[in-house]
Structure formats: C-alpha cells, structure tokens
C-alpha cells in the first residue's frame, strides 16, 4: 500500500484565494482525519470522517473551512478565502480499528505545507 | 474536551545519557499511543498501550501506561542522535474514535 497520500505537498497562495487540499486514505481504512499544525498551536484535529461521514467538525476553525468525504478513497479540505494565519501544515490520516485488540492506529500523510501570503 | 499535556517541551541530553518524557491525559481512555515526528516529516506511530499497566519496548524506548494516574511515560535509555525527533503522545476519546495530541516532546541528543 502507498500509505496516505495528500496534495499538493507544498502550495503557496495569496490571501484572498480558494485553497483546495486532497487526501487518498489508506484503502479499507473507514475512519479519516485531518489535523493541522502549527509551532503556536501544536497539532490540532480539525474535522474527522467515520465510512465518509462528517462526525465531528468542532475543530474546524470558522465557516471559511469545510471538508468533505464524497467516497471511502478521496477526501478534500477547502479553505475561501483564504488567510496568512491559515499558513501551516495540513496533515490527513487514516486508521481502521483492529478487531482483535482493538487499536486503533493512525496512519498519517506526509502533509500539504500551505502559506499564504 | 479531553486534555493531554506533555512535558518537558524542549529536552537536549547527552549521548549515553536516561531521560523520561511524561504523559497526562484527563479522561479515562485505558489505551495511549505514541508518535516519533522528524523534522520537516510527517508522524509515525511507535508504541500502542492498550491496558493499565502496559509495557512496550523497541530499542532504547520504552513506554508504559498507568490508567489509574492518566500517566504515560517514555523512556529514553543510552541516547543517541538517531533519537532526535519530536515525541508525541495522543489519547483517544471515550468513544476512541477520536484523538487528542499533546503538545510534543522536542529532543535534542548531542554528542
């Protein structure tokens, strides 16, 4: 398996502009994550999926956020507009729950680097 | 919300030296998980604790669970630079559907 793959890993954009970040989980994994991190806030769970569905959004920082699942391999994080204080690091992970010990481990991406100027 | 703090957040030790990172978390999850990020990296997954009392080691590392005190620890024994990274410990929500981060041991072994 290829692990979590996100894109693009580095995007540099103007505030203002719609950023768009994408995120493949890991194939038979149903629960999906995105965290963001920064040196000020250390790394903070936005929003996550459980079978492509939005269970909690409470980290998501205000309306010009969302996310969405649209199936069980794909996954988007939209930021309009855009801000400089959204520069950080944008982390997508997956996990599926093992049924015997029930761990529950995550498997993260190598991350979507946003700044925006 | 659940809260897990880390401490110490900056730690620089000498080769060869022993160092523990400290782990409390405010709910009751009976399991903890710790991640190894390098830097410019992304996180990857070191220990699983899944019970009270728990032991798991790998190398110079080693972690431990105490549910009763919401207490993990990770152990460093003989560093060396290799260990170099920035340790996190995450507890899951009551559900365990859901993680929460501390904020990151950054450690430092210089020769």
């Known amino acids: 398996d290829a692990g979590v793959i996100q894109s693009p890993r580095h995007e540099v954009t103007e505030m203002g502009q719609e950023v768009t970040l994408r995120c493949k989980p890991i194939s038979g994994h149903n629960s999906l994550f995105w965290y963001r991190q920064t040196m000020m806030r250390g790394l903070e769970l936005l929003i996550y999926f459980n079978n492509n569905v939005p269970i909690d959004d409470s980290g998501m920082p205000e309306d010009r956020f969302s996310a969405k699942m649209p199936n069980a391999s794909f996954s988007t994080l939209k930021i309009q507009p855009s801000e400089p204080r959204d520069s950080a690091v944008y982390f997508c992970a997956s996990s599926q729950r093992a049924k015997h010990s029930g761990a529950n481990v995550l498997t993260f991406g190598a991350g979507s680097r946003l700044t925006v100027l | 919300e659940l809260k897990v703090e880390q401490n110490p957040l900056f730690l620089s030790m000498q080769e060869g030296k022993n160092y523990t990172i400290y782990c409390n978390y405010s709910?009751?999850?009976?399991?903890l998980y710790w991640y190894r990020q390098d830097p410019g990296k992304s996180l990857e997954s070191l220990f699983v604790l899944l019970s009270n009392g728990a032991v798991k080691q790998e190398g110079r590392l080693m972690a431990s669970l105490d549910t009763k005190a919401r207490l993990s620890t990770l152990h460093i024994t003989a560093a060396v630079h290799d260990l170099s990274a920035t340790y996190f410990c995450a507890a899951p929500s009551n559900t365990g559907n859901q993680f929460y981060f501390g904020t990151g041991t950054s450690l430092t072994v210089i020769p």
């Open positions: 709910t009751t999850s009976d399991r």
